[in-house]
């Protein structure tokens, strides 16, 4: 099985449990690997063998602006849905980070796996 990421996509979202957390917007950074077999697109050279990664992107910054979680255990979990359920793929890692939510750390955050990945 073939991998297409996708690193760095920054959306801002109502995330956190504290009061405060719950008045302002937050950034959060998305890393996501996608399981997938790039073969026909490669002999093609067309899009529609492979997955788009700017559907996918668009799709996620849609559902993350207008998202409101207090845990980015949740919201990583949507996300992987989202990727698995609406762009058939089997296998999805989502790195979803919070920077700044720890004074004196430059990051946070969590990496999930779902599905299967399957051997190419």
């Known amino acids: 099985m073939d991998i297409i990421f996708l690193t760095d996509l920054r959306v801002d979202t109502v995330i956190g449990i504290y009061d405060w957390e719950r008045e302002i917007r937050q950034t959060v950074a998305i890393d996501l690997e996608m399981a ?5 697109a ?3 050279d067309d899009i529609e063998h492979t997955l ?3 559907s996918i992107s668009k799709r996620l910054i849609d559902f993350v602006e207008n998202s409101n979680y207090g845990l980015i255990e949740s919201m990583a979990e949507k996300i992987a849905a989202i990727v698995m359920e609406e762009f058939n793929v089997p296998w999805v890692k989502v790195t979803l980070h919070k920077p700044g939510a720890i004074s004196g750390s430059k990051d946070v955050g ?10 190419g």
């Open 36 to 40: 997938t077999d790039i073969r026909q």
């Open 42 to 44: 490669a002999a093609t």
């Open 52 to 54: 788009n990664y700017k």
């Open 110 to 119: 969590v990496i999930i796996e779902r599905g299967q990945r399957v051997a």
